[in-house]
């Protein structure tokens, strides 16, 4: 196929997305001559319709996955792809952690780079541009080499970076005076704004906008920053006609702001042009423990704080223990779910050994939850900040790892809820509708007794439609015998 033919082809293509997608990717790799998801026979590295288990819980599948290069998520035409971005994060820790990830609503393809421990890098290839010979170079290393597309700058270079610029901003409000204290304060302020701005929380260019104002009337900084402030600390706060979340807390526990200058603003303004999801959050403690010591001012740029130190104290005291707890934990998660197993489906037997084996889960989860980090000499706080992204981890990997073996902590209900229709299926076999029929179409109430005849026809006044009803169960007895299940209440009275 030669660029011309798809781009003419899917150009004109009206289809959904669940027409289209599989179409579209074998046509493209055609194009770049590569070979297709098809070629794996048992789709165990490259296939379509990858399931995972998402990190929020449930299940989810990428719609194109290959082992070691990407997860691709396909959208319709002018869908939100930042949406499709964050779906695909929710379950690419469960498909490997694909160094790239990759959204397309046909007429566009975005890769994002998702290397660990460095930047995310952006590229967009639009339907027309693959005439470009690059272009389609770009999308050849995508499915079969990515690390021409790795990108050159890590985190920790970036968070530097960063550091560096609210060191000289925070040196220039110093030296006008302004308490440490209160300059610390208003340093992680701006840059807790600049992560909420890049990451979502904040309406979207919200800050940047206001920085755009402040380059042309910088005096007027610390008001427009005094109005934000106040809007993020109360609930239903607005700025002009924009809502505003809430920000609880003591960050933004009033709205001081200190005055910047045009050279003030400029720093932020570089700063705030940084990707600021790509920073480590860790920058924060770090910037407020070393603007109260006018002592430390000098190490500010020079570094934010050596993670790698840190974690060579968490992996001993914290990530080894725990995961050795998990291992011993799965195994015997493993060994109820083996007895459940031999057991007979839906026997005691097998009932007792799958709720232990959720017991089990839930206890270690239980476990993680209380879990305490203690800091007695807590300055930056990031240590507690590393420890409680260690846990995290292990907490996904937990409910990972369970789903895996076919385990999770909520399912005991709905195994339950299962068990309690198939019996009531079961005892339904002596029992026949309502002559009329309507209270198996139309969600009309039924009554019925062994020894009275059926009064049927009386209209039900609640709706269910929108609700998933299980069955009551229990011994025949004189009176009303009635279920209701998936929206429709079906009504049965004694046969003969």
Known sequence: MTPEQFIAKWQANARNERAACQEHFIDLCQLLDEPTPNTDPDGSTYAFEKGATKATGGDGWADVWRRGCFAWEYKGKHKDLDAAQRQLLQYAGALGNPPLLVVSDITRIVVRTNWTNSISERHDVLLPELTDPARRQLLKSVLADPEPLRPGKTREALTAQAAAEFAELARRLRARGHPAETVAHFVNRLVFCLFADDTGLLPSGLFEQMLAVA????????????????????????????????????????????????????????????????????????????????????????????????????????????????DAAKARIAAALDKAAEARAGTPAARRARAAAETELRGFLDRLRAFRVLDPACGSGNFLYLSLLALKDIEHQAMVEAEALDCNASSRRSARRQCSASRSTRSRRNWRACRCGSGISSGHAATACRRRPIRCCVPSTRSSAATRYWPRTGRRRRGRRWTRLWGTRRFWAPSG
């Open 215 to 326: 380059r042309k009337t910088p005096a007027d900084f610390a008001d427009h920053a005094k109005t934000l402030f106040h809007a993020m600390a109360v609930k239903g706060g607005r700025v002009g006609f924009t809502q505003v979340a809430w920000f609880n807390g003591g960050l933004f526990d009033d709205d001081t702001a200190l005055p910047l200058d045009a050279d003030d603003v400029g720093v932020l303004a570089r700063t705030a042009a940084l990707d600021w999801a790509d920073i480590d959050p860790s920058i924060l403690g770090t910037l407020f423990e070393r603007a109260l010591d006018p002592d430390k001012r000098s190490q500010l740029g020079a570094h934010y704080t050596d993670r790698d130190k840190i974690e060579k104290l968490i992996d001993p005291v914290i990530r080894r223990p725990l995961l050795a707890e998990w």
